[in-house]
């Protein structure tokens, strides 16, 4: 006898560390976003028509603000491609943000949407306590960007920020969260049982099982950024970083499934029995343009 099950689809995104050009579009950073990676992962969500999309924080590289720019002497700044430092572009990332969201609401009009702020982000909103910026926290802070009432995105503050109660998303039986701290998957499963969660870049999974108790289960889901062995790590070593998203298929009763596709040498092989190559943003759709990097 067949039986009909309704299953709720949720993609989730990992850091993407959107990262604006400067000198007028003539330089690009040189870690940011990868382009390809994110080309990939939309035509997964067009094909796969997910009921919800949550965005794990760090969207942004939030250069402006940056703890990494500040540890090299140029807070405010990011390194071009050739070599020389450049102001970041504050109104340009901002747009980047806006476009993304936008895309996605004009191809899933009904879709549930939701933000996670990651530390990146966050440092935004403590830069404009700074009494000079103050006054421009209500428009420009990324907590108060109109993407978010416009785009029907529900916001969700730093779970590093102690005053913020639940910064997460539960989807069925798996909580969804930035992740704070570099802490172990193991930690991640004992504190919040079934657990996704990025913030490390990489791709971790850590499992428990107990006749006492139900499955724990904890996966890392890697990131959409550039795979560059010199940002965020020491003498240029390899950083361990991997390209990865997360989906979650869940049952109203709560039993779930979740996949973790991983994007291995520029392309995603057979997801739902079909390999995804790297398309060029603005052919997705003309308002993407603004997430294209010069070659």
Known sequence: ???????????????????APVNNGLVAP??????????????VIKDLQPDEIIHLGDICEMGTVSAWSKSVGREGQ??????????????NSMLMVN?????????????????LEGNHDFWSDVSFQYPSLAPFAETLAFRNQKVWKNCDIK???????????????????????????NTSPQRMRLEHDNVMYGHQHKILYNS?????????????IGCLTKLKPDYNSRGGAQNGWAQAFGVIYT?????????????????????????????????????????????
């Open 1 to 19: 006898m067949k039986k009909s099950i309704k299953v709720k689809k949720t993609l989730v995104i990992p850091d993407t560390h959107f990262q």
């Open 30 to 43: 040189d870690y940011c976003h990868d382009p390809d990676a994110i080309s990939l992962v939309l035509q």
């Open 78 to 91: 990011i390194k071009g491609t050739d070599g020389k430092w450049y102001q970041d572009s504050w109104a």
């Open 99 to 115: 476009n993304f969201w936008e895309y996605f609401r004009k191809l899933l009009p009904k879709a549930e949407f939701h933000q």
């Open 155 to 181: 916001y969700y503050p730093y779970n590093g920020d102690p005053k913020v109660e639940q910064p997460w998303v539960d989807v069925g039986k798996v909580r969804v969260l930035h992740g704070n701290k």
């Open 208 to 220: 428990w099982d107990a006749s006492s108790r139900e499955m724990r289960r904890a996966w890392c």
């Open 251 to 295: 049952m109203e009763d709560g039993t779930f499934t979740v996949k973790v596709p991983e994007i291995t040498d520029g392309i995603i092989v057979d997801f739902n029995g079909k390999s995804y190559f790297p398309e060029k943003l603005g052919k997705i759709d003309k308002i993407l343009r603004v997430l294209e990097l010069p070659n």
